[in-house]
């Protein structure tokens, strides 16, 4: 899979994310499909009452009064339930910022139930209201009333199942599962197939050449005598597009470090970027703006520390004072421990890219398996002094994470085991409490030491003077 391909999906993702986060294109598409089938239904009206055809027995018949009073009718009604709907959304929102967060409020936004009733609703009073000044002295389209009807027909099922939609998405199980599947998507898409690669394992040109100066002689060529580029704009960073970036150095012949990556804030006139050779750092500067999408909200587009910090937001809230629901706090430890032990093998995002004659063109500032680590425990740990049930379920999630993860990743889940031991000595009065968070971080210590002398009695098996009639 090449860069540009790879890059191509990725600006798909993001777009399909922009479209999808608002509440007014699946009404606008509903709207266009509403005029499509009323000039259908209008012409087979106009060629039945030439004669051309003949409509069926189930079609309503009556007089251009009639037909009026029903439209008017149903547009009236329909109208009403469009302001019912706008207020039940807008209550929703306001909970869920108020309950949530704000940053929650994407989430329901980008709700497709959401925007589909709404858009089935704007559709089928654009429909009544043409029907209705389609009715002349003496013609009535019968078809086309007889569709309005259908529609309204349609639209109280759809109004059952809106209620029944907000009744259950407002739930905190819910709204917490929602954001993790979400979390897991964004997670399968950048560890999936040969797109990703370690440090030390890829990230090679579209041909799978290896040329040019190594990863560190280039970092301290940039430390040396690389020039700062600036951030054009402010606010988040949501999107950079790293297969042009690749393509800009390589026309220049230079080395691009970026010093941020989405999810991080720029501010306008800081470091953004250091470019080597310095004499070329203007003109790449100036091509920069173009290349990075920043915005006032984050996205889970090339941001996944961005799903881990919303369940953690989430935690945090619950285990406030005001709202004090441990429970809630133990589901977001659930979801987060889940997605970390789905990783915990696969996350190894590029650090560097490189163009077609494999040269490494481009330096980033991924985010660490061992940073998702710290995001996921260390603020809700801080907030759950002297709340063991929550203490458990940190060593609980940590020990699942344990028992799946490399090596090299054991050291980021000793320490912040170690550090939710000591908040539990600190900060929990009951002695029978300490003793039941303390079995856990035991029993943690003991994984890892299994996993210790595991690891240890395979290379001692791997070596070759241990191999059988060795010696």
Known sequence: MTMGLRQFLAESDWREETLRTNLWLIPAVESVAAVVLFVVTLSIDRAALHGEISLPSWVISGSPDAARQILAALAAAIITVVGVVFSIILVTLTLASTQFGPRMLRTFIRDRGTQLTLGTF????????????????????????????????????????????????????????????????????????????????????DAGLVNGPALDVLRARLDRAGKVVTAPVGGYLRF?????????????????????????????????????????????????????????????????????????EIAIRALSPAVNDTFTAMTCIDWLGDSLCTIAVTWYPPVFHRDRRGEIRLITAPVSYERLVQRSFEKIRQAAGGMPAVLI???????????????????????????????????????????????????????????????????????????????
């Open 240 to 312: 950079v597009r790293h297969a042009t970036l690749v393509r800009i150095a390589a026309e220049y012949d230079a080395v691009i470090r970026l010093h941020y990556r989405p999810g991080h804030y720029l501010t306008h006139g800081h470091p953004m970027a250091t470019v080597w050779p310095p004499e070329v750092a203007d003109k790449i500067g100036r091509r920069l703006e173009r290349v990075h999408i920043t915005g006032p909200l984050r996205t889970l587009s090339q941001d996944i520390a961005f799903g881990f910090d919303q369940l953690a």
């Open 393 to 471: 379920r940190q060593l609980d999630a940590l020990y699942k994470i344990m028992a799946v993860a490399p090596a090299g990743r054991w050291q980021v889940l000793l320490d912040q085991a170690a550090m939710i031991q000591r908040v539990n000595l600190r900060t929990v009065p009951e002695a029978a409490d300490q003793a039941d968070v303390t079995a856990r971080y035991d029993a943690l210590l003991a994984l890892h030491a299994r996993a210790m002398s595991a690891s240890a009695d395979a290379h001692q098996d791997a070596r070759p003077d241990a191999a059988p009639g060795a010696g």
């Open 122 to 205: 704007v559709a089928t009073f654009f429909y009544a209201v043409l029907v209705l000044i389609s009715i002349g002295t003496t013609f009535v389209p019968h078809l086309s009333v007889t569709v309005a009807l259908a529609l309204t027909a349609i639209d109280l099922g759809v109004l059952i199942y809106f209620i029944h939609h907000v009744a259950t998405s407002i739930q905190l199980p819910e709204v917490i599962a929602s954001i993790a599947r979400d979390l897991a998507g964004a997670l399968k898409a950048e560890t999936a197939g040969p797109a990703r690669y370690a440090e030390t394992a890829g990230a090679a040109g």
